[in-house]
Nanobody
């Protein structure tokens, strides 16, 4: 059972930045960030394969978000900049023990483990 712990959420003004972290209790193959805004479905944000750092981003965040990993720490990061109020959501980290191919990365059904989420709020 892989445990995931997210951190780094908070309140920022529009145009600001947030850096989220997700620590896994053991090595994983693929890690991902999803988010869920009030009244909306959970949506894919970004994903990364841990061995070779293959990355994928949602169109809505491309150019404003960067996902990276530190294999020594079993940690994935989500650096978000130029934040907008519509980025307000609970951000969830997911993990799959094995490496996914790129077409699988954006779909939540492929992930076996999820964190509790961290709130990110963009507001003036």
């Amino acid at each position: 059972q892989v445990q995931l712990v997210e951190s780094g959420g908070g309140l920022v003004q529009p145009g600001g930045s947030l850096r989220l972290s997700c620590v896994a209790s053991e090595r994983t193959g693929t890690m991902v960030w999803f988010r869920q805004a009030p009244g909306k479905e959970r949506e894919f944000v970004a994903g990364i394969t841990m061995a070779d750092a293959n990355t994928l981003y949602a169109e809505s965040v491309k150019g404003r978000v960067s996902i990276s990993r530190d294999n020594a720490k079993n940690t994935v990061y989500l650096q978000m900049s130029s934040l907008k109020p519509e980025d307000t959501a609970v951000y969830y980290c997911g993990a799959r023990p094995r490496r996914l191919v790129q077409y699988q990365i954006p779909y939540s059904r492929w992930y076996d483990y999820w964190g509790q989420g961290t709130q990110g709020t963009v507001s003036s």
